[in-house]
C-alpha cells in the first residue's frame, strides 16, 4: 500500500525530532488563472519551536513539480542540480544546510526560507560532495 502523501513524515536529526510535509500551491491572477507556482517543504520541530517552511517558486531556469515528464517531488535548476523533496535524504540534506546558515529550531515563529539559496550546496551534501556549511 503507498504511503498518504499529506501524511507528515517523521525525520531525526541530531537527536532532534521534526515532521515534515511537503505540498504545492498557487496564486491566482485576475482572470482566476494559475500564476506563481511553488512547491513547499515544511519541517516542524516536534515539541517546541516554529516550523522552517523551504519555498521552491517557480522561475527562469527553474523547475519544480507541474505534470510529466517531471517527479511529483523534483525540484531544480534546468542546467543543474536538483533533488526529489520526496527523498528523506534530501530532505535532511536541506534541514542541514538551512541549521548551518543559522536557522534555529528552538525559534517559536515560523521562518521561510527560499530554497533555492540552498539547493546547490544540499545538492552537493545529498552527493556527498561536501558539507552542510559549504559557501
Not at 525530532?17 to 511537503?22: E, I, K, S
Not at 517543504?41 to 521552491?56: A, D
Amino acid at each position: 500500500m503507498p504511503r498518504r502523501s499529506k501524511k507528515p513524515r517523521r525525520l531525526v536529526a541530531d537527536g532532534r525530532v521534526y515532521m515534515w510535509t511537503m505540498r504545492h500551491s498557487h496564486g491566482k491572477d485576475g482572470d482566476g488563472r494559475s500564476v506563481d507556482c511553488r512547491q513547499i517543504l515544511t519541517l516542524s520541530p516536534v515539541g517546541s519551536g516554529g516550523p522552517l517552511r523551504i519555498v521552491f517558486a517557480d522561475g527562469p531556469g527553474r523547475y519544480i513539480p507541474g505534470g510529466a515528464p517531471m517527479g511529483s517531488g523534483d525540484v531544480g535548476l534546468t542546467r543543474g542540480e536538483s533533488l526529489n523533496l520526496h527523498e528523506p535524504g534530501a530532505v535532511r540534506a536541506l534541514l542541514d544546510v538551512a541549521l548551518a546558515r543559522g536557522w534555529q529550531p528552538g525559534e517559536q515563529r515560523a521562518v521561510d526560507v527560499d530554497g533555492w539559496t540552498l539547493l546547490k550546496v544540499a545538492a552537493a551534501v545529498r552527493a556527498g560532495e561536501a558539507g552542510p556549511a559549504s559557501a
